[in-house]
């Protein structure tokens, strides 16, 4: 499975946007690229995924480089209910075969208010 | 809907000892994941049921087991407990095994102290 290189810790201040870095350069053509977060003393929750164009949903915007060796979530407008570990996680298209994740350790988001 | 739910959210055990922790999937999902998250190791990948049947094992003792049941209800096992074996047990639950589009829900785990 390929790798993701994630900083470990990032800080943004409340309402401002959010952009959280991943690199992947050993991704292979099939691979898509997903998003969760871990919010303290809960479960990981799914943010957002993607395959090649940009995607957006209610929570966070993905945006993938044209060359998908990197991606950037895009939180909008922080709160303090999204400081969190974010996981940028590969997940190979298997047809169907499994839903393992792999996590890395994620980058710590820190929001001020 | 209700979420994914764990029992119990707490446990203790003592060195020696077996546990057993259940997982209760969101309604109409078939596929249920269990992971091992601790400080040093971060969240690691144990196994994945999908119709009773374990589908995926990551890399664990065999001292660690799991099944499914029909109702899609999973347990997981863990004999011989030792220290190293303290963490938080997450559950995740999953529409099928489409893979790449089906998104993983994850329940609050069950906090595993082993003294």
């Known amino acids: 499975d390929a790798k993701t290189t994630q900083p470990n810790s990032m800080e943004s201040n409340e309402e401002e946007p959010v952009h959280l870095p991943c690199n992947h350069s050993t991704i292979s053509g099939t691979d898509y690229i997903h998003w969760y977060r871990q919010l303290p003393s809960q479960g990981p929750e799914y943010v957002i995924h993607g395959l090649t164009s940009n995607v957006n949903n209610r929570m966070a915007s993905l945006a993938i480089a044209e060359d998908r060796k990197s991606s950037t979530l895009i939180l909008h407008r922080a709160t303090l209910r999204d400081a969190a570990v974010y996981y940028c996680i590969l997940r190979a298209n298997y047809g169907g075969a499994t839903n393992k994740l792999i996590f890395g350790t994620g980058t710590l988001l820190a929001v001020q208010p | 809907k209700a979420g994914v739910t764990q029992t119990p959210r707490y446990l203790i055990k003592t060195r020696g000892q077996q546990v057993t922790l259940s997982c209760s999937p969101i309604?109409?999902?078939?596929?249920v994941s269990w992971y091992q998250q601790t400080p040093g190791q971060g969240l690691q990948f144990l196994f994945e049921?999908?119709?009773?049947?374990?589908?995926n094992k990551g890399n664990f003792p065999g001292r660690f087991s799991g099944r499914q049941f029909s109702n899609s209800r999973s347990e997981m096992n863990v004999s011989t407990l030792e220290l190293g074996d303290s963490a938080l047990y997450l559950c995740?639950?999953?529409?099928?095994?489409?893979?790449?589009?089906?998104?993983?829900?994850f329940g609050p785990g069950t906090r595993l102290t082993v003294t």
């Open positions: 995740a639950s999953s529409l099928g095994l489409a893979g790449v589009n089906y998104e993983q829900y």
């Open positions: 049921y999908f119709s009773e049947t374990q589908r």
């Open positions: 309604s109409g999902h078939r596929s």
